[in-house]
């Protein structure tokens, strides 16, 4: 079988050019613009000092996440979630992952009864939206407890290590890493995979579109992405090394 | 380490008692009870003569699924969605969850353009009822196509092959499958299996809910639910030999 | 005129065989499968310790009541109330009446400040869901005033006797006692009646659909209710003392 | 017993001075401000010419009816519906009483394919609001049928007799006619009754808001019913006679 | 260029007859109904002794407005926003409207912590509802304010002036005072101005309908307003006077 | 009295350095990052080739806006349109504003059956964001229309001239022209000027916050507003310019 040719001559392993800018507004104790090709997230931290009613007098904190898309980030536009009253099943569920996904690397006892709230707006989609949101989120995130400890609310971090995350899926029989928008739209299996900096996993959600797929091609489906979110932690260390 | 030892005296490797009843409510065209151990699911299938705007005009049919809760089937009353005036995101994500693995053993275009409504709805919940809702939906789909070429109106089925779900996941460092509640409370990972009767994966969603998992450990995982699937396939093959 | 001849040569006066089944499901304080006929409602009835915010400081509980169908309870699938994001006037209409029937047989003060819900899904629709929810409300409330009693919560039972319902109409000049679906269609006149076991009125909501009714059709109906109600409370009775 | 006192000296079985204007607002085809004592509600009829989805093609028209109180008709203001976002379950009960008593005195094939509203909106509030608002929607709703005639869209009345409602209930032991705010708060039996012209029934709804009633005190109740709404038949013509 | 000719040979700067009614419900602690011409609106006024979150414990009080139209209130009858289940933006811009003219004029910190609701509804429509409104609340304000001053609750009066409103526009080239709705729906230009009965400016909302405007058009709508809310004012104080 | 300091050293009647970026996002038909000093405002301009109902048939077209924030552009997180389910007032109030803007240079008739959105996305809010939005909208409008004529779909411009805004304020006694956040809190009259390309008014939007103004006053203000206005329409014209 003849390997699928990517756009721009990419390598079937090979990321998009990824760029991580901290600091992209002014207001949020975190604030970053990540990009992933063409796909462009809004990442910010916002920090609360109360926490949800299911966490009041725990003693512990609570990190949450919510997930937009502005109308034009597609190809066509797509409605305004708020003129329309309410949040589609899609948003609802990229939000609850973003946030299962931070929460894995918070200890929230530590973080005290205070709230992270990232906020992930898709400027422009072009594929992979959800991985580069939790890959910036975990960026904005880290700048937020820094300005925590540095005022002294904190005295040590609750972050316990990295999280990021990438698409993975065999388009036309080729395993591919971090598919863009006409890959994702002509794959067969789509999987997104969130692991520590460890090498752990935190997530994995593989889906069968078109045809099921075997036990091998998970395999190597989970080993593509093991690669990739090597280099997204690597990458999110040099951006966090910038002041 | 010691294994976890489970209510029952059940195997680490055991499916809980399943039992499918077929013909549960009279008016719906498949009706299903469907248990997991103290799990009751009702999944009916209604066909409907028309399709949604995205399939108008296309040749091909649509199966959806729709899932919800009585209020008091979980240990404390949960508030009713229709009262609140909204589906939860956790709801949401599994009936989208569910309608994807029907329709990855349909032939759309086989089916023709009429629908097929999957709705599941739990009575009474211990753990599982995404999967348990999965399995029986099939069935109550099954039943439904069936009418549909007993009628005249389907020449040929447009049901590819079986679908089932299962859950399994590591508690106290012990891997299980088919988790009961108070397993799944308890566990540290968590992973939903679909897979097809030709033992292929439809969809994998596994998170780690305390500390991430690895490699090795999601390869047993998935074993497991291999071995759980193929039994819920045995099982659904038997409930739909009775007439 | 020659009497309408009912389906399975019933009796103008005769009940359909009422089947109630305590304990149907596990969690809740009380649950009650209640059956007339084909017409199938699960009622649970389930105890908080708190009131509504109207009740708060009196020392006086509340009993209230939600009712819903499932999809396919119908013989064409009726559209999700929570998907859709709100209750139909006509739910509104039942569970405000299942509400008031509970509340008028309880002594709020006697059951202190504690809220019993009674949530009443229709699980099969053959006509008189709502008849049947009360009547079957009542038995699953009864369950758990007992749980609440034995418990040592409280001392003597808030309620104060029994409540049941039935619906009665005239279909094609004949006076019927407990339509089912085919006969509610037909009916000119339609009444559902509430009463105590003392045989005092509750609720009567009479409703011409298409001639007006005379005072003597009325009185008519009403007769037929009693003689209705009556038995049904019997049947509560003896399901009562089953353990 | 000592009968109970009613304010003004009215007779127990005497209405409050009721007070029909027709042309009350100019836009509407039929526009009847109505007063039962102080309680004061404004009805419109307005005729579209098209009728609701479930009555296109059938050649038939539709009546229907919508319920609104101003948020200071009442002693102390009530949250308005349309800023909560939904109608309460009362507002929807009563606007869907009013709908079907109209429709019970409809030739809805007579009126052919177009739909009259009539919208009830309260000014002030003193109880008997829904059966006011049902004697005077009928007088709006003869003005737009009048019209309809007068212009030619109609060769003959589709209308089949006067239709009028009142309150009657049980207070301190006294039955009375058309309960006012006071009356209506303390009343243990509250009966709204809804009749035509020729003296039959349309609409019976009994609630025993304190003790049970005996079908004695209920036969009482209906007979006041009887005379109450004979007079408001009476008014009713009397206003129609008025150019 | 020849003037406009207005309906019933109105002159260009002239206001439509003018009606204040006070005391035209009974519950509210001001109740007033204002005409302009054929536009006919109710405003209450209702004091509540609480303050809504933001206000609490600031020893500060809080005026607000809401407003609505009965749906035959216009030529063709629009939808009841409580049906539909929210209020337009055009409803919700006009009320917030409506409470910063008011609260322009109210000492807040002299309110003491309590709300005045101004409801604003709209009984017949015929151009400037929502001058008129803010016309009449200030009357019903004013009203409201007397009686907490006559029954001890308030020292002195927090109101510090009059507010009156009146809409100006440009019609086929005639700058006209008082548009109703024929007028208004012909105008090029629209302007909605709100004042104090110190001839101060509270809003000026002036829209271009068709062609923009000129600095020398605004000049001479900013005149024709100023004359015209000095007679509204002057109405309000005559008012006032009555008892 | 001495004037008020601007931070910056800005002269009272300067705008703040103003930026447009085209082409920000590439699906967009016109995409345009605006910025007024740290406001900054995403723009985009969607072509679809269809009307609303309103229009449908009519041979016109149509222009229409959607405004949003997102939660952290503020100071202060706010919470989600799209997850509290529906938008503010204040929203509302913003987007009919811009739209009403755009059409007013817009031929609609010249335009054809289609529509342009215009989505204003604050991503960062420091003032002036409505007139910044307009300002921006603007020019997207202006690339997608010039997109239509190129492809051949329009032979002409439907835009009759530019349009921008600018907001003015008085603030401790010093009227300035383009109002930063900390302006715009202390200001006690705050208006809103949007004009055409001409210098003629769309729209005068004043609002008093503290003390009402004079007529002097807001000719000092519309004054101000006319230059900030001209020097916008030339940073539009050079942006236009850029290929």
Known sequence: MTAFTRSGGRAADQLRPVRITRGFT???????????GQTRVLCTASVEE???????GSGEGWVTAEYGMLPRATHTRSSREAAKGKQTGR???IQRLIGRSMRA??????LGERTIHLDCDVLQAD???RTAAITGAFVAAQDAVD????????AASPIKGHVAAISVGIVEGTPLLDLEYTEDSACDTDMNVVMTGA??????QGTAEGVAFTREEMNILLGLAEKGIGELVTLQKQALLES
Not at 26 to 36: D, M, R, T
Not at 50 to 56: A, D, E, G, R
Not at 147 to 154: C, N, P, Q, W
Request: charged share 20%.
């Open 91 to 93: 948003t609802q569920e």
């Open 127 to 129: 594929g992979g939206t």
């Open 147 to 154: 300005k925590l400890i540095a005022s002294g609310a904190l």
């Open 105 to 110: 690397v918070f200890d929230l006892a530590a």
């Open 199 to 204: 090498g752990h996993f935190v997530e994995v």
């Open 50 to 56: 109360k926490v949800p009613p299911h966490k009041k």
């Open 26 to 36: 002014i207001h949020a104790e975190g604030s970053v613009l990540i990009e992933f």
